[in-house]
């Protein structure tokens, strides 16, 4: 035990009110896990686990008593005995209190029988040795880490290794081989990359069959958490390299692999579905840089909604870049003229979402439809590339991708990937086009969230019909005459329409 040199990250002042707490009840606590990797990463981190060889709930009490003594505000205690646990918020930070514990696992199970115990045995069922560690809050050693696994060290090298032997780290707990997976993905950076030790790749390689006593949801947890990192591809391929991938994605698997006839062969999917998520990513951190991506919030009970500038990764957009060609397996077809086909692949990957999503036990509500929109029509901008850019091609994208047309075409553009700079670069060039003529349109048309501006109760009382079929006809004619271009998004110039319309359907005006 040694004092640490980053003693400006404790200045916070929670640490000496829990440190006074803890001595008032005679207990020892500490700082543990994220927050002390975080110090010596220089990372900012308001998620602040405190461990004490105690009562987790009694020190979280009792701190929240002494914070309303000294602010003369209430301090709100979210208490989980379930758990042993509780939770408070102070000054931004969210603190949770946990007494120390050791565990034992069930081998079909991975819901620890749970006994309270010392420091070190609490820093034994950790999971990697980077989050074992631990700063002392006792008044006679404040600041001093605790590091028997040398976590410290394993931060300076970039390695992820697990405080005991991997077999039984993962055995107890096999999420965390998913979780070695994003934790190494998520602390790589372009200066240091983070790799896991062999070890504990032969382990996950030999137990990846225990994956299956997981539930889905805390496995998507670690996916969303790995998908929203700056290079997601690399947690994927070590998925991928464990075996992990067969028993989360094995649609995904069905992307790998390139099939030849007659020497001709097709771009290798998987890889290439893997940088598009990188694209995409880096895409999507530029424009939130640059506050130049929105996100829109559908008013409750209604269809206008509430724009607001993008400032975190959307976690759906790369659900949708790592879905884009879920398609293809299915759709592939050679052609001895053409080569290699993939018609239809958007259709068939956007009938695939619901039916991932579903197994995963993931959201089948608006953020499934907007992955499921992305994924069916992302071919669509591309394919203007190689035709000509005309308004009504422009206008049937804009009505159909809505207020998804930003994130849809930022998808697209990621999706331009070749080993042939040059071809690259011209492709790149057409679809900015697209892009210009996308602008212009809009400002010209307004057809993103195009609202008809014939109503169905407009039709009924200028010819007193009721409710019947030939009011969705005349609609549809107005919304494809404006899509085409033949009329303005206007009420008058459709209004003069239908009544062209309805007369050579044998309909007359009512009388007044």
């Not at 372009?190 to 062999?198: A, G, L, N, R």
Request: a negative charge; proline letters at 4%; glycine letters at 8%.
């Amino acid at each position: 035990m040694g004092k640490t040199i980053l003693s400006q990250y404790l200045d916070k002042p929670i640490f000496g009110i829990v440190s006074e707490a803890a001595e008032s009840l005679g207990v020892r606590a500490f700082v543990i896990g994220g927050f002390v990797r975080d110090c010596f990463l220089g990372r900012e981190n308001d998620d602040i686990d405190i461990v004490v060889e105690g009562s987790g709930i009694q020190l979280a009490l009792a701190v929240a008593k002494l914070i309303e003594a000294k602010s003369g505000r209430h301090c709100n205690v979210s208490v989980f005995k379930n758990f042993g646990t509780a939770m408070l918020k102070y000054k931004g930070a969210e603190i949770e209190f946990v007494g120390a514990r050791k565990e034992s696992y069930n081998r079909d199970s991975r819901k620890p029988i749970v006994e309270d115990g010392t420091l070190e045995e609490d820093q034994m069922r950790r999971d990697f040795t980077i989050n074992a560690m631990a700063f002392s809050l006792q008044k006679e050693d404040f600041g001093a880490l605790v590091d028997p696994f040398g976590g410290v060290r394993d931060l300076a090298a970039g390695i992820i290794r697990t405080p005991l032997e991997p077999e039984q780290t993962y055995s107890d707990d096999p999420l965390r081989m998913l979780r070695a997976i994003r934790f190494a993905t998520k602390l790589s950076t372009d200066v240091q990359q983070f790799t896991i030790v062999p070890e504990s790749i032969e382990a996950m390689k030999a137990m990846k069959d225990r994956m299956t006593i997981l539930s889905k949801e805390r496995i998507v947890e670690e996916l969303n958490k790995i998908l929203i990192t700056p290079h997601p591809s690399m947690g994927f391929k070590l998925m991928d390299e464990t075996g992990l991938l067969e028993y989360i994605l094995p649609e995904l698997l069905r992307l790998k692999g390139i099939e030849s006839v007659d020497g001709k062969g097709h771009k290798e999917i998987f890889s290439h579905t893997l940088q598009v998520v990188d694209n995409v990513a880096a895409a999507e951190i530029k424009a939130i840089a640059e506050g130049t991506l929105k996100d829109y919030t559908p008013n409750e009970g209604g269809d206008d909604f509430v724009e607001s500038v993008r400032t975190a990764p959307c976690v759906w957009l790369r659900w949708a870049a790592l879905l884009h060609d879920i398609g293809k397996p299915a759709s592939k077809r050679f052609d001895p003229s053409a080569g290699w086909t993939f018609h239809g692949h958007e259709v068939i990957g956007g009938k695939l979402v619901p039916k991932i999503f579903k197994n995963l036990k993931m959201p089948l509500n608006e953020k499934m439809k907007y992955v499921q929109k992305l994924v069916g029509l992302h071919h669509r901008p591309i394919a203007l590339v190689d035709e000509e850019v005309t308004d009504s091609a422009v206008r049937r994208l804009l009505f159909d991708a809505g207020n998804e047309i930003d994130d849809l075409m930022l998808l697209c553009n990621a999706d331009i990937t070749s080993k042939n700079p040059v071809k690259v670069a011209r492709i790149k060039e057409n679809f900015e086009l697209v892009g210009r003529k996308l602008v212009e349109v809009e400002a010209k048309d307004a057809i993103r969230n195009f609202k008809n501006p014939i109503t169905g109760e407009h039709v009924m009382e200028v010819y007193g019909i009721p409710p019947c079929r030939e009011i969705g006809v005349i609609k549809d004619f107005v919304k494809e005459a404006i899509l085409d271009g033949k009329i303005g998004n206007n009420f008058e110039e459709a209004d003069a329409l239908v009544r062209r319309k309805a007369a050579e359907m044998g309909l007359s005006p009512a009388k007044p």
